[in-house]
């Protein structure tokens, strides 16, 4: 746009010459006609319509398809929702079934599986298959043009499910493991790894690969819904915008045809109209200083002006919080820096004195030994010795010191090992600005957590660790040590808070592998648990249910975002009230990349 002094409308001056001049016959008939008032009037009318008429235009324009695209989101995320569930649960039930083979010889773990499969996994798949055949018969689902694949699905696959857990039922009723003996875990194996293999496995696999093409499918559907609900927000603006300088444009028109009585108010008016253009500041308002037609457009501009306001701060407002975020996030990497270099400079000077007493132990340890064995040997020697020696012997009561020196000795070596495992986790955990990602282990840091944390674990609360055979995963450590160390915190403080009556005070830290290529973290309370509508905030920047000063709300935000967008992996939560709380962490073997629009 090119700048001009004082205005930046004289081309469109220009034209409005040359129209006049050219049209000056037909326009004269018509304006002759008119008294000054009713021509003013009619200009400030269709200024006024203009500008009322195009935002309503792009309000309801935009309203509408952001309706629509919003409930297509909608309907794509519960469709999402669904499927995922459902492979969820078949991949769960799958591996499930497999892990029973080389359980069967363990008639306690093979009995939990077999829970697993029969009270979690079975009904959560007929359930989620009877929402998917009554979601495909809703309106909205029929409405909208959607890919075939749910309903052929459903067809394709009906009973099928039903079929699989039904015959595994009818399998593992069959086996006769008491008592348990090489022969029957020999036949019991056979067979369920013959059910493995058969027809209706594969069928049922077949399920779960259909999924991930339906669920692209549906990931494409997603997108489209939202690259819609962008389109009719920017058309509105448009419209709105549009509307705008279509007003300024009829207002500087009226400048021209008015007397000198009303020229100033209805330049301050324009002036005021193109500031507002040209700035995009639409806390600008045009001064009323009549009280005639002039300045009750000038009042209805103002009060256009503050809807558009209120509209685009409604879209500064979501800015502002993402700003917030990002902020709050910055924030806390720099209290988090620091502190590493702190607990670095912490565990450096500690290391030095323990290396130190660490490594005169053992030979401090061998001396004594010496020392004794001379003793014994003295001892054989000299079966009578003098008096005064004997006499000191029983001062210093020789058999205790022989007895009690060596466990002193081997209790300080203990606890300076002890001294250098904290100091070691110390030095793991400051190493905050790792730049690449590199290969971590798992159980060493979960074991250097609640090293750290043991402090706060307090007398009557139960470890349990169930670590399964685990591959290093590539990741950042420091990172997954931030992510271990708010939940496992969570965890304390509902112990502290409040825990189910019925059973001691307990966290359960258990992995696992799924699929080869993820590896699962699952860290579980016995406490009070999370309401469902508390559920579904945990996750968002700020929340918290602590109180003020106790609670920032930023640990599960960073930490979610460290696992889905850091390691491209997921973190969820399970939780019922009076039962306790589950943190399912899933992270890839190799590091992944998602879009930002998944």
């Not at 074991?447 to 950042?476: A, C, H, M, Q, W």
């Amino acid at each position: 746009m090119t700048s001009h002094q004082g205005s930046d409308f004289p081309p469109v001056y220009g034209d409005i010459v040359l129209v006049e001049s050219s049209r000056k016959n037909w326009f004269s008939k018509i304006t002759n006609g008119l008294s000054i008032g009713n021509k003013i009037k009619c200009g400030y009318a269709l200024a006024l319509g203009v500008g009322i008429v195009g935002t309503s235009i792009g309000l309801i324009f935009g309203d509408h398809y952001q309706q629509q695209a919003l409930q297509q989101q909608q309907n794509a995320f519960k469709e999402l929702n669904l499927l995922y569930r459902l492979q969820t649960g078949i991949l769960q039930t799958r591996t499930h079934q497999q892990q029973l083979i080389p359980l069967v010889a363990n008639l306690k773990l093979y009995k939990q599986e077999y829970s697993h499969i029969t009270n979690i996994h079975a009904p959560e798949i007929k359930q989620v298959w009877l929402e998917l055949q009554t979601y495909i018969k809703t309106a909205d689902y029929v409405n909208e043009k959607h890919w075939e694949n749910i309903p052929l699905l459903l067809k394709t696959y009906e009973g099928i499910t039903q079929t699989y857990v039904q015959q595994l039922d009818e399998l593992l009723q069959q086996l006769d493991l008491s008592p348990l003996t090489d022969n029957k875990i020999a036949i019991a194996q056979q067979r369920l790894l013959k059910f493995t293999n058969s027809e209706l496995a594969l069928k049922f696999d077949g399920v779960s690969d259909e999924l991930v093409t339906i669920i692209n499918a549906s990931y494409e559907e997603l997108t489209a819904a939202t690259t819609t609900f962008k389109t009719a927000a920017q058309i509105r603006i448009q419209i709105i915008l549009a509307s705008i300088l279509l007003s300024v444009i009829i207002a500087t028109l009226l400048a021209l045809l008015t007397s000198r009585t009303i020229t100033r108010p209805v330049e301050l008016l324009t002036n005021m109209a193109q500031r507002v253009t040209k700035e995009s500041n639409f806390e600008l308002q045009a001064p009323v200083i009549t009280t005639d037609e002039i300045g009750i457009l000038a009042i209805a501009f103002n009060q256009l002006l503050h809807r558009v306001k209120y509209l685009l701060e409604e879209q500064q407002a979501a800015a502002f919080r993402q700003q917030q975020m990002q902020e709050a996030q910055l924030l806390q990497s720099e209290k988090m820096s620091s502190l590493g270099r702190m607990i670095a400079g912490i565990a450096h000077e500690i290391n030095n004195p323990v290396n130190f007493i660490y490594g005169n132990l053992d030979p401090a340890i061998q001396y004594v030994e010496d020392l004794l064995a001379f003793l014994q040997t003295y001892r054989q020697e000299v079966p009578n010795p003098p008096l005064a020696v004997q006499a000191y012997a029983t001062e210093i009561d020789a058999e205790f010191l022989e007895e009690d020196l060596p466990k002193l000795l081997q209790s300080m070596k203990f606890g300076a090992d002890r001294v250098r495992q904290i100091v070691l986790s110390l030095k793991n955990f400051s190493r905050l600005d790792e730049a690449e990602a590199h290969s971590v282990n798992l159980h060493e840091c979960l074991d250097s957590t609640l090293l750290i944390v043991n402090n706060r674990i307090k007398k009557g609360i139960t470890i349990e660790r169930l670590y399964g055979e685990i591959p290093s995963i590539e990741g950042f450590s420091s990172s997954l040590y931030q992510v271990f160390m708010n939940i496992i915190n969570n965890a304390l403080d509902a112990l502290e808070e409040q825990h189910n009556p019925q059973d001691s005070p307990r966290i359960t830290i258990a992995t696992e592998v799924l699929d080869k290529n993820w590896v699962v973290v699952r860290i579980a309370d016995n406490g009070s648990g999370i309401a469902r509508e508390t559920q579904e905030k945990i996750f968002e920047m700020f929340f918290t249910t602590k109180a003020t000063g106790v609670g920032t709300g930023m640990g599960l935000s960073i930490s979610h975002q460290i696992v889905v967008e850091k390691h491209g992996g997921r973190l969820t939560c399970k939780s019922e009230v009076g039962a306790g709380t589950e943190f399912i962490i899933s992270l890839p073997v190799q590091k992944q990349h998602l879009p930002k629009d998944t």
